[in-house]
């Protein structure tokens, strides 16, 4: 009894330290494996690289840990029950002695510590049920999390700023301006349709955590029929029966510890590739989807045509000035073909639209246009100025307060208007481009989209630590469990010995 007490023991102080070592995985060091960033690295070449797995062996002491105590439930507890029924049958002095013993003193007192094994073994059951089902509840809702933060915080992200930048550029063809957009359509569109296909598979997910609930408390019905066989002293055949169902169950639970130790190894090392993403130091992020990225996307023509875009509005519109408006000149001469148009003085003096190559020069110049000194009080007539503000009658003040005169035609308030609409489509695109220039950057597309997975940036970490932590906490209660059924069946073999009044009982029932 002691030697087993100090074996699980042993067994849990161990599973805790290999749980600390899996939690303590950053990344799957693929940067020693791939010479460089490519479209080219090949993810299996890293994986089943020899150095890399033999340079990580202290994170595979959990998934091996599972993988020893499966071994020993299908050989070692085989090897228990073969000597039960072969050496122990043929009464041997172990036997007799040790697991047998003749005096009732003896067998009292091995009964009553075995009720210590049948009462810790339930509250292990319940133990393991909690934290089972816990941990498969966390692990669903965390995941749905981390795709739901997905969906809304980056793809509409991206799909929002292009319905802006469509309005934004509605009237792009007038102002001989076109901007394809598609890009961004293909990016939602090759994004979405892998979070469909995980989305597609959350079905079984939801199967597969009604599967746990039930395994959880089937675990526990299990453990109380312990409580049951000790209490009505059952004999040797039923104990024999239901240690060979213990074993089964030991045997699944010690399989889904395993396929979890895996997946607990996927997580951190994701977790720890988002990490170095956000430090751009090499891993699988920086050396393989950021070149994906950039080779999939030809996101530098969309770049060209949004900043051209700019440039040409901010063109068009002081194109569309330089035709009412002098440089120098303040002289106006109706009569003259040239000169009845031109009834503004250019802001900046400019004389040619390409000296207009931003925004920022556009709203400089329109600020400094106004109408010329001797037309000011026959334009600006709703303006009410006086001799020392003739020079405030700016071009988008005479938008608003000027008039059309068609005998001369002089159609100030029409001209200085489509100015100003001019001017407002230069600032439409380069609002645009504005907003656009971050996502034409696969650096911050998958920065963005990794954000929702992981931000080392804030305290507790995010989805990516809250899938790591229920996905440890599932593996360790399916560790357990395993560990609970060998516990068992432990109890099932000795009490099939002790329960009995005396070995003679025992022995007639054998």
Request: aromatic share 10%.
């Amino acid at each position: 009894m002691k030697r087993f007490t100090a074996f699980l023991a042993c067994v849990l102080a161990f599973l805790s330290l290999a749980a600390t070592f899996a939690s303590a995985q950053k990344s799957l060091e693929c940067d020693n494996v791939w010479s460089g960033p490519s479209n080219s690295n090949d993810l299996f070449d890293c994986l089943k690289d020899t150095d890399r797995i033999r340079s990580q062996w202290q994170y595979y002491l959990w998934p091996g840990f599972s993988v020893i105590i499966l071994l020993f439930i299908v050989f070692g507890i085989t090897i228990v029950c073969c000597y039960r029924c072969c050496c122990c049958c043929c009464c041997t002095y172990c036997c007799v002695e040790c697991v047998n013993p003749q005096e009732e003193a003896h067998r009292a007192s091995a009964r009553c510590s075995l009720w210590l094994w049948v009462i810790f073994a339930l509250l292990w059951a319940m133990g393991t049920c909690v934290v089972i089902i816990l941990g498969a509840d966390a692990l669903m809702k965390a995941a749905r999390s981390a795709i739901n933060d997905m969906e809304a915080n980056s793809l509409q992200y991206i799909n929002n700023t292009k319905v802006t930048v469509d309005a934004l550029l509605a009237d792009a063809s007038a102002h001989n301006t076109n901007v394809d957009l598609s890009i961004m359509d293909d990016i939602i569109t090759e994004f979405g349709g892998i979070l469909s296909t995980i989305k597609g598979y959350f079905t079984y997910f939801q199967t597969v955590r009604i599967v746990t609930y039930c395994v959880g408390a089937v675990g526990v019905a299990l453990m109380l029929l312990v409580a049951v066989f000790a209490a009505c002293r059952a004999g040797s055949g039923c104990s024999v029966c239901f240690s060979f169902l213990y074993g089964l169950f030991a045997f699944a639970f010690s399989l889904c510890a395993i396929a979890l130790t895996v997946v607990v190894y996927v997580l951190t090392a994701s977790c720890g590739e988002v990490h170095l993403q956000f430090t751009r130091d090499p891993g699988i992020l920086q050396w393989f989807v950021v070149p994906w990225c950039e080779d999939t996307f030809n996101l530098t023509s969309l770049h060209v045509q949004l900043k051209e875009s700019v440039v040409n509005a901010s063109e068009s519109a002081c194109a569309e000035l330089l035709t009412y408006c002098d440089a120098t000149d303040e002289t106006y001469d109706a009569s003259s073909d040239d000169k009845r148009n031109r009834i503004f003085m250019c802001g900046r003096a400019i004389t040619k639209k390409t000296e207009c190559m931003d925004l920022d020069t556009v709203v400089e110049v329109i600020n400094a246009t106004y109408a010329k000194p001797v037309l000011t009080n026959m334009l600006c007539v709703n303006a009410q100025l006086t001799n020392n503000e003739l020079h405030t009658c700016t071009l988008e003040r005479c938008a608003t307060d000027c008039v059309n005169y068609d005998t001369p035609s002089i159609q100030a308030k029409s001209w200085s208007t489509s100015v100003v609409n001019s001017a407002a489509f230069a600032e439409n695109a380069t609002r645009a481009f504005s907003l656009v220039e971050p996502i034409l950057s696969c650096q911050y597309i998958v920065d963005n989209l990794a954000s929702n997975f992981e931000n080392p940036f804030i305290s507790g970490g995010k989805n990516c630590s809250a899938l790591r932590s229920s996905s440890i906490m599932l593996a360790t209660g399916f560790f357990v469990g395993a560990l609970m059924f060998i516990a068992g069946i432990y109890v099932l073999h000795r009490g099939s010995w002790i329960w009995p009044e005396n070995r003679g009982e025992d022995m007639r029932d054998k």
